[in-house]
């Protein structure tokens, strides 16, 4: 059924305020507001009601309780995925060539095979052409809402107050992301997620504990690539610079050797960025290039050049300052895996829990 064409100009009312429909397969929205731009120009994201039809009594009249008609009832869903006031992100891609036609059909691809609690998850999607005459498309991705922001933007606020998290907060939120990403690189063959970055990784407050989520996977994809010739290594860079954020980047991606095997390891490196930059509201490169006169952020990557804020010098134990340099090694060969990880971020867990 795709997305009614109705409901496309229920999208384009929204940017001017005045809501509207919009039906994505066999499931009915109402348009709330738009939230927000969302990866490459033509991408934006809108907050969405589900409208489900009232369920039908026995004796044949309409009953007061939402049917399981609507996403709650498509099998596969993880209950805790399920919206309890029925508001979901509902994502718009313009898509104006065959090339990025391509690219969404790979990120529906990949995120479909992913079920896990710490991943963001696609709960339906649809293609369709505009109806303009054009040969463009227009793509919809649902995916659950989590209004409160990312990591990026919680920890940006938190730099400008001169806050920072406890230990105990990092850890936990770090060991989610680590479930995540063991989540992908359990596959046969393991999946990188190429994008692993505080702007993508949401964060709900529950309670007294953070629901930490890894989000967007437009450059996720099979993580181990065998690079035999100079034409590949130059082929993986021009790849790299185009989809993996600079200031997370891994240095096999910035200068990949003519004879190379580049595997998860990818995502340690990025992994390792994002825990520096929950401490310390920056990713470690940052704060280098703020300090160094005229070098490049290459450069700042490849000599591994660690800065270690003074404002927060006394927050962190050394164990912690110690787990990044471990993440950050400039050689993928011994750069820990996943489970490494896990192994040491549980010990860290236990030891700065009491």
Wanted: glycine content about 8%.
């Amino acid at each position: 059924m795709g997305c009614s064409f109705s409901g496309l100009n229920a999208l384009y009312d929204t940017v001017g305020g005045r809501g509207g429909d919009v039906w994505v397969n066999d499931y009915h929205f109402r348009v709330l507001r738009r939230l927000g731009d969302a990866g490459p120009a033509g991408s934006s994201v809108f907050l969405v009601k589900e409208v489900v039809a009232a369920a039908t009594a026995s004796d044949g009249t309409a009953g007061s309780e939402p049917g399981a008609s609507g996403i709650a009832g498509k099998k596969g869903i993880d209950p805790s995925h399920i919206s309890a006031d029925g508001t979901y992100a509902l994502k718009k891609v313009l898509v104006q060539s065959d090339q990025h036609l391509e690219l969404v059909q790979q990120e529906i691809r990949v995120s479909s095979q992913f079920s896990h609690p710490n991943l963001l998850p696609l709960l339906e999607h649809a293609i369709v052409a505009v109806k303009d005459g054009s040969q463009n498309y227009e793509a919809y991705l649902l995916f659950p809402v989590h209004l409160e922001g990312t990591l990026h933007d919680i920890t940006k606020t938190m730099l400008e107050k001169k806050e920072f998290f406890p230990t105990i907060t990092v850890l936990q939120i770090f060991r989610q992301l680590c479930s995540g990403l063991k989540h992908m690189h359990s596959f046969d063959p393991p999946y990188a997620h190429n994008g692993v970055k505080p702007d993508n990784v949401l964060i709900t407050q529950r309670k007294q504990s953070h629901l930490a989520i890894l989000m967007d996977f437009e450059s996720a994809g099979p993580a181990r690539k065998t690079i035999r010739s100079q034409a590949e290594a130059l082929q993986l860079q021009e790849w790299a610079s185009e989809h993996c954020s600079s200031h997370y980047r891994a240095p096999e991606l910035w200068e990949c050797p003519s004879h190379a095997d580049i595997d998860e390891r990818t995502d340690i490196w990025s992994l390792g960025c994002t825990l520096y930059a929950m401490m310390y509201g920056k990713s470690p490169f940052d704060y280098e290039l703020d300090e160094s006169s005229g070098e490049s952020l290459h450069s700042v990557i490849k000599n591994v050049q660690i800065k270690w804020p003074e404002e927060a010098g006394s927050t962190y134990p050394d164990s912690l300052r110690q787990f990044i340099t471990w993440m950050l090694q400039p050689h993928p060969a011994v750069r820990p895996h996943i489970d490494d990880i896990i192994i040491h971020v549980d010990k860290l867990v236990m030891k700065y829990s009491n």
